[in-house]
């Protein structure tokens, strides 16, 4: 895959891409705790997006024999639901082919992205090259809210009756629907996939509505 150099970073070319023919892969983990350096992820969800379309799904739990009884009240998962679950080492690589050469979004982003780099780098994998963007800084200029935790989102804008809050493709799901709505607000002078990077991270943030009472009584959680 062709390569190119942007602020001392190298990516792969498709980032410059127009807009409707990029490709999307709206990713979501789980994992059996936060550290990547000690941790590891627990299930695997991934929907890949082109032209505003759902074109292909990822999917998978991953062996782990270390899932605390609070991460399984989180997630629903447990040690024994992975016992029969591919290595880590199989997922990394099939989601590595999954992924290719699409943009890698996330709803905070940093996190799944770190801490797929580092899983990919603990079985011995490539680095990932791919562009990332946030959909929370994409929302954040694009929907007006009073939060912008997924959950939250999705209550409010109602995007996916369906949804399992902490499972990974359900919570892909939510994010892509979310991101889908996201492009629908966007300027028109919007036209690759490097734009709307550059949009999600440069552009004015929208002014928060003030809470209503009952939401201030509840805090201001993100979730």
Same mark, same amino acid.
Do not use: W
């Given at each position: 895959?062709?390569?190119?150099?942007? =602020?001392?970073?190298?990516?792969?070319?498709?980032?410059?891409?127009?807009?409707?023919?990029?490709?999307?892969?709206?990713? %979501?983990?789980?994992?059996?705790?936060?550290?990547?350096?000690?941790?590891?992820i627990i299930e695997i969800g991934a929907v890949k997006i082109r032209n505003k379309t759902i074109v292909d799904t990822f999917e998978?739990?991953?062996?782990?024999?270390?899932?605390?009884?609070?991460?399984? +009240?989180?997630?629903?998962?447990?040690? %024994?639901?992975?016992?029969?679950?591919?290595?880590?080492?199989?997922?990394? #690589?099939?989601?590595?082919?999954?992924? %290719?050469?699409?943009?890698?979004?996330?709803? =905070?982003?940093?996190? %799944?992205?770190?801490?797929?780099?580092?899983?990919?780098?603990?079985?011995?994998?490539?680095?990932?090259?791919?562009?990332?963007?946030?959909?929370?800084?994409?929302?954040?200029?694009?929907?007006?809210?009073?939060?912008?935790?997924?959950?939250?989102?999705?209550?409010?804008?109602?995007?996916?009756?369906?949804?399992?809050?902490?499972? +990974?493709?359900?919570?892909?799901?939510?994010? +892509?629907?979310?991101? #889908?709505?996201?492009?629908?607000?966007?300027?028109?002078?919007?036209?690759?996939?490097?734009?709307?990077?550059?949009?999600?991270?440069?552009? #004015?943030?929208?002014?928060?509505?003030?809470?209503?009472?009952?939401?201030?009584?509840?805090?201001?959680?993100?979730?």
């Amino acid at each position: 895959l062709e390569l190119v150099e942007k =602020d001392g970073k190298y990516y792969y070319a498709t980032v410059f891409t127009d807009l409707e023919k990029a490709d999307f892969c709206i990713v %979501d983990i789980e994992t059996n705790g936060s550290k990547p350096e000690k941790h590891q992820i627990i299930e695997i969800g991934a929907v890949k997006i082109r032209n505003k379309t759902i074109v292909d799904t990822f999917e998978s739990l991953v062996q782990c024999d270390n899932i605390s009884e609070h991460i399984t +009240a989180i997630t629903g998962i447990c040690e %024994d639901e992975t016992l029969h679950a591919p290595p880590l080492k199989t997922v990394m #690589k099939e989601f590595s082919l999954f992924l %290719d050469c699409a943009v890698f979004v996330a709803h =905070d982003v940093k996190f %799944d992205y770190s801490f797929i780099s580092a899983m990919m780098q603990r079985v011995g994998l490539p680095p990932m090259l791919n562009r990332s963007l946030c959909t929370i800084d994409m929302a954040e200029r694009t929907i007006a809210s009073y939060r912008y935790g997924l959950a939250y989102l999705n209550e409010q804008l109602g995007l996916y009756e369906e949804a399992t809050h902490h499972r +990974a493709l359900s919570d892909a799901i939510t994010t +892509a629907k979310l991101f #889908k709505r996201s492009l629908n607000c966007l300027p028109h002078e919007i036209k690759s996939a490097e734009d709307l990077v550059r949009f999600s991270k440069e552009a #004015k943030r929208l002014k928060r509505p003030k809470l209503p009472i009952e939401d201030k009584k509840k805090g201001n959680r993100q979730e």
